[in-house]
RNA sequence: GUGCCUGUAGCUCAGUGGAUAGAGCGCUGGUCUCCGGAACCAGAGGUCGCGAGUUCGACUCUCGCCAGGCACGCCA
């Protein structure tokens, strides 16, 4: 299929070559030539606009240069015919050659059948979920992890070497609050409240006491008659560290694994913060004024200069921020992903004026992925959410009453920039409206099929028994088409950044297997045909099998 | 007030400047002597927020309105 189109594609290079020559005129533009695949099926595999690109031009009507065009255009075994429709569009209908190589490729390939070198081999870091280590991970850092985690898997496939990070935002005024929160319940526990007033923006969760009970049962009471400043580092680490390490648990068990954790306040136990403020001087992009340290974001198209040290002399988080970038390019990335909850989208031209200034280009080399908020639903009713009171539901309380699969399927299907309600009851149902089972089901069902094969003595076909001309009703063509522009769909995907594309493909690909499997049997049919439908099977799964594999979600031989 | 995002079927959402705008749910009506009915088929349902502009051609690009969300700190 990427063959036959790269050699159509010549054709009408040629052609607009010709065209243009004779007519003596060549001080107009060229337009581009695109290929297109039509979504009705009466208009062909491919279809060009070219002609009506050039009508005007040329002052001729398009449908009559589009015959032109089509004159030129040589015999090819590949090309059963060419029409002229609509406005004066080319359409090209394919002989069914191309299915026979694409079969051929996805066996020779199997479960890496897609795969590409797009990326080649340059390394891009991925950074996401990055939550503050004061509290659960909600469900909103969720989507960010399915979103962080399968746009990671999907770049890996398509030729990036992927750096998955953590960054874990462990200095800074809410490690102090979280510290002292944690205090006050330890206070209270011991019945002296008053001694230590719950701060006015503390944590409220729950939690917070667990974790002061722990603190109880390893130091006993030691901290009441201390003074308070000097035990809150005590309570500060206990309890960032044990949320810390409940975070990895929780990422972990959710299927999310990540390559680094980078803590943010090793940046300043590095010094590396200072020798960013110093590089930035050094270059004229900061200055002092008003007793503090500003970053010259003005000059690289941010609305006002942001303050990088307080005149207190404490860095603001930004500081830390554009410390870390700089770090991630000197590690060796070419390309920063972030992933970011969308709220912090008034942040990004800051950060792309700081890289600018650290001498990178902020729209190729950086890019940030929004995760719009998730509208967390039971039976059609939103569930209160809120965090001030810390009555939240957490990521781990929806994947364990769900399930991963599900979890991970309803984050990544639709596009992250925008809302998203997730139903809880919905995702639970086995049932036709949940479409995550209805993916899984089409696996299970080729597995069956297959199984059911070998049980009944079928001996599984070669490769060369496979009849393209035999795939002919409607089902079995759309299926094999389905399966053409899976290349295609997956690398929209990957450049996007957009796992949903994968998602819709994936449903779609599918829908159209059930369509097919109700329309025509397979075992039991006449022998060439059984052999033409197990071998298409056979690659359906594998490439299904390879879209779940990318979501991370199991692909099950029976259900 | 300024900036960003979003307005597409009753609901939730897809949609590369192309031809008759799609899917799921919900609704109505059908399909199992047969490989798994967690499936399939058919039908109803649309002024693509509104109005201009660019273009041979606009849901898609530009501008202006309207509505909703978010952000506008020496917070993180």
Redesign the pocket.
Same mark, same amino acid.
């Not at 297109?36 to 009705?40: A, L, V």
């Not at 086995?430 to 409206?433: A, H, I, K, V």
């Given at each position: 299929m990427d063959q036959i189109k790269a050699t159509i594609t010549g054709y009408l290079q040629k052609v607009s070559e010709e065209i243009t020559r004779n007519l003596g005129s060549n001080e107009f533009d060229y337009p581009e030539i695109t290929l297109? *695949?039509?979504? *009705?099926e009466?208009?062909g595999d491919f279809?060009t606009?070219l002609a009506?690109?050039y009508a005007?031009k040329l002052g001729k009507k398009p449908r009559v240069l589009a015959q032109e065009m089509v004159d030129l255009i040589p015999e090819d075994p590949h090309i059963e015919k060419i029409e002229i429709?609509?406005?004066g569009?080319i359409?090209f209908f394919l002989s069914s050659l191309w299915i026979r190589d694409m079969i051929d490729e996805i066996y020779d390939q199997g479960n890496r059948y897609g795969s590409s070198d797009l990326g080649g081999g340059r390394a891009v870091q991925v950074e996401f979920v990055s939550a503050?280590p004061t509290g659960p991970l909600h469900v909103g850092h969720g989507r960010g992890a399915a979103v962080g985690d399968t746009v990671s898997n999907i770049l890996s496939y398509m030729g990036w070497k992927v750096g998955r990070e953590y960054y874990i935002?462990d200095a800074?005024?809410?490690m102090d609050i979280l510290g002292r929160s944690t205090q006050s319940r330890y206070f209270e526990l011991a019945g002296k409240a008053e001694e230590c007033p719950f701060p006015e923006d503390g944590y409220k969760g729950d939690y917070i006491y667990d974790l002061a009970r722990e603190v109880i049962d390893r130091d006993g009471m030691k901290y009441l008659d201390m003074d308070r400043e000097s035990s809150l580092p005590e309570f500060r680490s206990y309890a960032s560290e044990k949320i810390l390490t409940s975070i990895r648990k929780d990422l972990q068990d959710f299927g999310v694994p990540f390559d680094n954790w980078f803590s943010e306040k090793s940046l300043y136990e590095d010094g590396l913060v200072d020798q960013m403020v110093n590089f930035l001087k050094e270059k004229d992009f900061a200055y002092e004024q008003?007793?503090?340290v500003w970053f010259r974001a003005t000059a690289f198209d941010d609305e006002k200069d942001?303050?990088l040290i *307080?005149?207190?002399g404490v860095p603001?988080?930004?500081a830390s921020d554009v410390a870390y970038h700089k770090n991630k390019f000197d590690r060796g990335f070419s390309k920063l992903i972030d992933v970011w909850g969308?709220?912090?989208?008034?942040?990004i031209p800051r950060v792309k004026a700081a890289i600018s200034s650290l001498g990178h280009d902020p729209e190729e080399d950086f890019q940030v992925l929004l995760i719009q908020f998730v509208n967390l639903l039971r039976e059609g009713d939103q569930v209160s959410m809120s965090t001030r009171s810390g009555q939240f539901i957490t990521l781990r309380d929806v994947f364990e009453e769900v399930g991963v699969d599900a979890t991970r399927y309803f984050f990544v299907m639709? *596009?992250s920039?925008?809302?998203?309600?997730f139903d809880l009851e919905l995702a639970k149902k086995?049932?036709?409206?949940n479409?995550v089972?209805?993916v899984q089901?089409a696996h299970?069902?080729m597995c069956?099929?297959l199984s059911?094969a070998e049980s009944r003595g079928v001996v599984f076909p070669d490769i060369a028994s496979f009849r393209q001309d035999l795939l002919d009703s409607p089902e079995e063509k759309k299926l094999v088409s389905r399966l053409a522009v899976f290349r295609?769909e997956l690398e929209r995907s990957s450049q996007e950044l957009?796992p949903?594309?994968l998602v819709?493909y994936v449903?779609d690909l599918a829908?159209d297997f059930?369509?097919f499997?109700?329309?025509?049997?397979?075992?039991?049919e006449e022998k060439n045909i059984m052999e033409t439908r197990l071998i298409l099977l056979k690659a359906c799964k594998t490439v299904l099998g390879i879209c779940l594999d990318l979501l991370r979600i199991t692909a099950p031989e029976?259900?």
């Open positions: 297109e *695949r039509p979504k *009705r009466g208009h279809s606009n009506m690109q005007g429709a609509g406005p569009f359409n503050n935002n800074g005024l809410q008003d007793g503090a942001r303050v *307080r005149n207190n603001t988080y930004f969308a709220d912090h989208h008034g942040y639709r *596009r920039d925008s809302h998203l309600d086995e049932s036709t409206d479409p089972y209805y089901y299970a069902r069956s099929v059911e295609e957009a949903h594309i819709n449903h829908g059930h369509s499997y109700n329309a025509k049997r397979i075992l039991g029976r259900m």
